[in-house]
């Protein structure tokens, strides 16, 4: 094991930079900054940290006015039997950073408990949350009105009951849509199904999960430009910039236009100059004339962002720039021309 990490040690340095070794980065250089100085720091909904982490917090509290860590615990003590606390963990890494700040002498102030919860509007499940965890709790003795459990033979099932009781909820009860919501940690597992079953019911929603940047269709955009740009007029970011669907070119005429120019080899500096070459058609003429109607409402725009930022010298100007682009394309009108 000891030769294999070497080795790739070896294969990397001066190469990658592995996530562990930026914070490790961080850790080294952070008094570098002027951010930290003085300022008030949060560590929020945390459970644990890494021993890169815990450096990077020792150099937040030696630096910063004030550092605030939140954990979600019952209490500070440790269980000797950790598989009967499901705080274990959490109460853990408190002892952790007591130890980290009375090794570097550190001050700190006595910790406060925040135990009135404000998040439950039902008894019911303020119960639940009390009690679901304990080995021993009391019998709720009221009559339950806000809890109910299906048994669902798999997630198709579950999801379709939720649609049919949001269905009730509305028709039979006057409820809003907007006042309605569910809660899963399993969001990937689910998200298609919902979307499917709830447009089979009519049923409106709006999935909070993380999605890559990239999949935004601005940034797709911006991309497909900056990689025009890059490739220096290459016939594949042309087209990759044309299938995004905001030039208002029907598609039928990028693939022509596609077909044209894989024929006669139009790339890089030729998409600057007239198209000139025949087609073996009877109205080869009108083609062509198209061909270069479409290649100047292309080209020209994006020649003309190229000059404003090559004149642009800093990250801001350059910003400018592709936004007046954005504008002048009137890219909001045709992402809602597109939905």
């Not at 030729?270 to 270069?292: A, S, V």
Request: hydrophobic letters at 35%; charged letters at 30%.
């Amino acid at each position: 094991m000891i030769l294999l990490y070497q080795k790739f040690q070896e294969q990397i340095e001066g190469k990658y930079i592995e996530e562990t070794d930026l914070l490790t980065m961080l850790a080294d250089h952070i008094e570098e900054t002027q951010l930290i100085q003085n300022s008030i720091i949060y560590l929020d909904e945390f459970s644990g940290f890494t021993k890169q982490e815990y450096k990077i917090i020792e150099k937040f509290v030696k630096l910063a006015k004030q550092v605030n860590i939140t954990i979600c615990t019952d209490d500070l003590n440790i269980n000797t039997n950790p598989d009967v606390d499901i705080y274990h963990a959490n109460k853990t890494t408190v002892a952790k950073i007591w130890n980290l700040v009375n090794e570097n002498n550190f001050s700190f102030e006595e910790p406060v408990e925040l135990n009135e919860p404000h998040r439950f509007r039902t008894e019911e499940l303020q119960y639940l949350s009390e009690n679901i965890n304990k080995q021993k709790s009391t019998k709720y003795e009221k009559n339950v009105e806000n809890i109910e459990l299906f048994l669902a033979q798999n997630p198709y099932s579950e999801i379709e009951n939720i649609a049919q009781k949001i269905a009730g909820l509305i028709k039979q009860e006057n409820m809003r849509y907007q006042d309605i919501a569910i809660i899963t940690k399993n969001i990937e597992e689910y998200a298609s199904l919902v979307r499917a079953i709830f447009t089979k019911y009519n049923i409106p929603v709006f999935i909070d999960e993380k999605r890559d940047v990239n999949q935004n269709i601005i940034i797709q955009y911006i991309l497909a430009i900056l990689e025009v740009i890059e490739k220096n007029y290459t016939a594949e970011s042309i087209f990759n910039y044309l299938k995004l669907g905001f030039s208002q070119i029907e598609q039928d005429e990028i693939f022509e236009l596609e077909n044209y120019c894989n024929k006669w080899g139009i790339k890089q500096n030729k998409w600057k100059k007239d198209f000139i070459y025949e087609i073996d058609k009877e109205d080869k003429k009108q083609k062509i004339e198209r061909y270069n109607q479409i290649r100047k409402q292309i080209i020209d725009p994006i020649v003309m962002l190229k000059e404003k930022m090559n004149e642009s010298k800093t990250a801001e100007n350059i910003t400018k720039c592709l936004y007046e682009f954005l504008q002048e394309q009137k890219i909001e009108e045709n992402i809602v021309r597109k939905n």
